[in-house]
Nanobody, 127 residues
Framework: QVQLQESGPGLVKPSQTLSLTCTVS??????????WSWIRRPPGKGLEWMGA???????HYSPSLKSRSSISRDTSKNQFTLQLRSVTPEDTAVYYC???????????????????WGQGTQVTVSS
C-alpha cells in the first residue's frame, strides 16, 4: 500500500518561500511511469494542480505557477519537495501530494485520476 505524507510549516509570512515535502512509503518515486504531483485547494475554491515530478526526475508545472515553483526529489529518502517563492495570502490553501501512473492525465484535478493522495497539510500565508 502506497502512502504519501505531506510535511512543512503551517504558517508562512508573505514574500517568503514555502517549502513542502512529500514522503512516500510502500513504493518508490522512481517506479516506472509514476508521476508525483502537488495539488492545492484554497479556501472556498476547487483543486488546483501545481506541478509534478516524474519517475525520471523531469518536472512539469502549471503555467500560472511556473515562475514561482520548483519541484525536486531525493530518491535516497523517497521524497519530493515543492518550493513556492514569493508567497502571498492567496497561496493559503490545503496542499496535497498525489501519485498517478502515466502522463496522459497530468494536470488533472479529478481525484479519481490519482491512485494515491496524502492527507493534506494546511498552509496559511499571513504576517
Amino acid at each position: 500500500q502506497v502512502q504519501l505524507q505531506e510535511s512543512g510549516p503551517g504558517l508562512v509570512k508573505p514574500s517568503q518561500t514555502l517549502s513542502l515535502t512529500c514522503t512516500v512509503s510502500g513504493g518508490s518515486i522512481a517506479t516506472r511511469s509514476s508521476y508525483w504531483s502537488w495539488i492545492r485547494r484554497p479556501p472556498g475554491k476547487g483543486l488546483e494542480w501545481m506541478g509534478a515530478i516524474s519517475f525520471t526526475g523531469s518536472t512539469h508545472y502549471s503555467p500560472s505557477l511556473k515562475s514561482r515553483s520548483s519541484i525536486s526529489r531525493d530518491t535516497s529518502k523517497n521524497q519530493f519537495t515543492l518550493q513556492l517563492r514569493s508567497v502571498t495570502p492567496e497561496d493559503t490553501a490545503v496542499y496535497y501530494c498525489a501519485r498517478m501512473f502515466g502522463s496522459d492525465g497530468l494536470g488533472s484535478t479529478n481525484r479519481l485520476d490519482y491512485g494515491y493522495w496524502g492527507q493534506g497539510t494546511q498552509v496559511t500565508v499571513s504576517s
